[in-house]
């Protein structure tokens, strides 16, 4: 029954789909099943020469109206052909290893006599670029579904393609309702050959046609790895700040909290270091974070912290912060797990965590100041002098009960 509601809403989704933009076929096979399916938008950007000789860049959308003629579909391999206009054609390979698919190539033929589109082409020969596209590592039997667009350049054309699914190899004539969303479409930044095979049944949310909508559940991320950044002032001198963590950054959009780690191998470190201010950027292809560090020639602090997502529009400061406090000269260390709150909207969480942005000497970190020693240094004395304290009264406490028994019964009992 549940199952029965799940595929109305699902074609549902399919009409509505249609019904905005986008393009979706059915291929079948010889067997007049289903062999091929796709939804998809694409619009091209094609570079052309004017018959005066300058050249022009127009875009086009791939029109809803396509013919499928050219596609087939065999065990291994496939192919979508969508024909369009006066000429016109996209498509894709698709081969498979019996455990996964993927989009071997795109080729796109564009026919420049067709002055509809191409006005006062110097040619009018059919051209055609051939490339690869990015869709790999699908599950079989499920779709492959990118809401994010996906930039495809091939030397004179551009293709942009967003919203797509699509499934090759169609087992028993019916699309899979599971999918394997495209890294691009997942909102945390794991390792970057990640793909996700959700389930779309009636608790997971069917695919939408608006890109931004993904409300997809923040996946528990594993530890982040510890990175290690140095700022040298220039080439030739050793670093003058050091900084060593794991991070995640914790974020509120809207209602949707999300969470993303820093990957040390994809991430560029840059800055400055001066007498009493010293700054630290690490950019990645998720995030822009600058650490501004300051001192009043005792102590340093982490003063001032701006992070930006890049992607999501969000971006939090804090310009009064004073965190990571030590002595100039030595390093801030904190190897626990520590979460701090920037913003309401922001919080940093730090992993192994050891900075020093002033006065660092032959490349490497001074004598540190550990926040976890620094509590149980004031924490252990403190529990001593209470457990000597209750001894004490307990010793009290059974002498004079033991005096008080002995007076009252004398010896007795003995
Ligand atoms: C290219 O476009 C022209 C003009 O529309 C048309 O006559 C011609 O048949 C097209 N070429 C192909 C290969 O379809
Ligand atoms: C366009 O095609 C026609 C017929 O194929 C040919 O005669 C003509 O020279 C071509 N024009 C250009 C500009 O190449
Ligand atoms: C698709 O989802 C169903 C239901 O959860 C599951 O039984 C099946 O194994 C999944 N198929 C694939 C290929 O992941
Ligand atoms: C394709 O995209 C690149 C990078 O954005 C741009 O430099 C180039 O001009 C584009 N080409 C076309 C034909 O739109
Ligand atoms: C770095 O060292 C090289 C030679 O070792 C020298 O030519 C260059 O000028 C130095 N650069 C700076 C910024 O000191
Ligand atoms: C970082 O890069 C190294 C080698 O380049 C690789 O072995 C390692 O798995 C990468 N780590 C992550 C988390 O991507
Ligand atoms: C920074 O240090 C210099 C000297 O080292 C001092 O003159 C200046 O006032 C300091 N600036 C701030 C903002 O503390
Ligand atoms: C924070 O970073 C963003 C983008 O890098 C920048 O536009 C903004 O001015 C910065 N804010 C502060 C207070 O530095
Ligand atoms: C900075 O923080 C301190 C205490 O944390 C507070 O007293 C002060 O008002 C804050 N200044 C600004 C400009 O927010
Ligand atoms: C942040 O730390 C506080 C205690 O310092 C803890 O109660 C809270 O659960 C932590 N939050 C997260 C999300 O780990």
Same mark, same amino acid.
């Given at each position: 029954?549940?199952?029965?509601?799940?595929?109305?809403?699902?074609?549902?989704?399919?009409?509505?789909?249609?019904?905005?933009?986008?393009?979706?076929?059915?291929?079948? +096979?010889? @067997?007049?099943?289903?062999?091929?399916?796709?939804?998809?938008?694409?619009?091209?950007?094609?570079?052309?020469?004017? !018959?005066? +000789?300058?050249?022009?860049?127009?875009?086009?959308?791939? %029109? @809803?109206?396509?013919? #499928?003629?050219?596609?087939?579909?065999?065990?291994?391999?496939?192919?979508?052909?969508?024909? /369009?206009?006066?000429?016109?054609?996209?498509?894709?390979?698709?081969?498979?290893?019996?455990?996964?698919?993927?989009?071997?190539?795109?080729?796109?033929?564009?026919?420049?006599?067709?002055?509809?589109?191409? %006005?006062?082409?110097?040619?009018?020969?059919?051209?055609?670029? #051939?490339?690869?596209?990015?869709?790999?590592?699908?599950?079989?039997?499920?779709?492959?579904?990118?809401?994010?667009?996906?930039?495809?350049?091939?030397?004179?054309?551009?293709? *942009?393609?967003?919203?797509?699914?699509?499934?090759?190899?169609?087992?028993? +004539?019916?699309?899979?309702?599971?999918? *394997?969303?495209?890294?691009?479409?997942?909102?945390?930044? #794991?390792?970057?050959?990640?793909?996700?095979?959700?389930?779309?049944?009636?608790?997971?949310?069917?695919? #939408?046609?608006?890109?931004? &909508?993904?409300?997809?559940?923040?996946?528990?991320?594993?530890?982040?790895?510890?990175?290690?950044?140095?700022?040298?002032? @220039?080439?030739?001198? &050793? !670093?003058?700040?050091?900084?060593?963590?794991?991070?995640?950054?914790?974020?509120?959009?809207?209602?949707?909290?999300?969470?993303?780690?820093?990957? %040390?191998?994809?991430?560029?470190?840059?800055?400055?270091? +001066?007498?009493?201010?010293?700054?630290?950027? $690490?950019?990645?292809?998720?995030?822009?974070?600058?650490?501004?560090?300051?001192?009043?020639?005792?102590?340093?602090?982490?003063?001032?912290?701006?992070?930006?997502?890049?992607?999501?529009?969000?971006?939090?400061?804090?310009?009064?912060?004073?965190?990571?406090?030590?002595?100039?000269?030595?390093?801030?260390?904190?190897?626990?797990?520590?979460?701090?709150?920037?913003?309401?909207?922001?919080?940093?969480?730090?992993?192994?965590?050891?900075?020093?942005?002033?006065?660092?000497?032959?490349?490497?970190?001074?004598?540190?100041?550990?926040?976890?020693?620094?509590?149980?240094? /004031?924490?252990?004395?403190?529990?001593?002098?209470?457990?000597?304290?209750? $001894?004490? /009264?307990?010793?009290?406490?059974?002498?004079?009960?033991?005096?008080?028994?002995?007076?009252?019964?004398?010896?007795?009992?003995?």
């Amino acid at each position: 029954m549940s199952r029965y509601a799940a595929f109305v809403l699902f074609l549902f989704v399919g009409l509505e789909f249609q019904l905005s933009h986008g393009t979706e076929v059915q291929v079948k +096979g010889a @067997d007049k099943k289903l062999c091929l399916y796709a939804n998809l938008t694409i619009s091209f950007s094609v570079s052309y020469e004017l !018959a005066v +000789g300058k050249n022009v860049t127009i875009k086009f959308p791939l %029109p @809803d109206n396509v013919t #499928t003629d050219g596609s087939k579909c065999e065990n291994t391999s496939s192919t979508l052909k969508l024909n /369009f206009g006066a000429g016109h054609s996209w498509a894709v390979n698709f081969t498979s290893n019996g455990k996964k698919y993927q989009a071997d190539s795109v080729m796109f033929s564009y026919n420049l006599s067709d002055s509809t589109i191409f %006005p006062n082409s110097a040619l009018n020969d059919t051209l055609s670029v #051939t490339t690869k596209p990015q869709i790999t590592d699908v599950g079989m039997d499920t779709c492959y579904s990118c809401k994010s667009t996906d930039e495809i350049q091939a030397d004179l054309v551009n293709m *942009t393609l967003w919203n797509v699914l699509i499934q090759a190899f169609v087992i028993n +004539g019916s699309r899979s309702e599971n999918l *394997t969303i495209c890294s691009a479409d997942v909102p945390v930044t #794991t390792a970057p050959t990640t793909t996700h095979v959700t389930n779309s049944t009636s608790t997971a949310p069917p695919p #939408t046609t608006t890109p931004t &909508t993904t409300p997809t559940p923040t996946p528990t991320l594993p530890t982040p790895t510890t990175g290690q950044y140095s700022i040298k002032p @220039d080439d030739n001198s &050793t !670093a003058c700040l050091l900084a060593n963590f794991g991070l995640r950054i914790g974020f509120k959009k809207g209602e949707l909290y999300q969470e993303m780690n820093l990957e %040390p191998n994809r991430t560029i470190a840059s800055g400055s270091c +001066g007498a009493n201010s010293s700054e630290l950027v $690490l950019k990645s292809k998720d995030m822009i974070i600058m650490f501004t560090f300051t001192s009043d020639t005792k102590k340093f602090s982490l003063h001032a912290l701006n992070f930006t997502a890049v992607g999501v529009p969000f971006s939090g400061t804090n310009n009064n912060l004073s965190l990571w406090e030590a002595e100039v000269n030595s390093s801030y260390m904190c190897n626990k797990e520590q979460n701090y709150t920037i913003t309401s909207l922001l919080s940093l969480y730090t992993f192994n965590l050891q900075v020093q942005p002033f006065g660092v000497k032959k490349g490497l970190f001074s004598t540190a100041e550990d926040c976890q020693a620094d509590a149980e240094s /004031f924490l252990v004395p403190i529990a001593v002098g209470v457990a000597l304290l209750v $001894l004490i /009264f307990i010793v009290l406490l059974a002498y004079f009960i033991g005096r008080k028994r002995n007076m009252a019964t004398g010896y007795e009992s003995f």
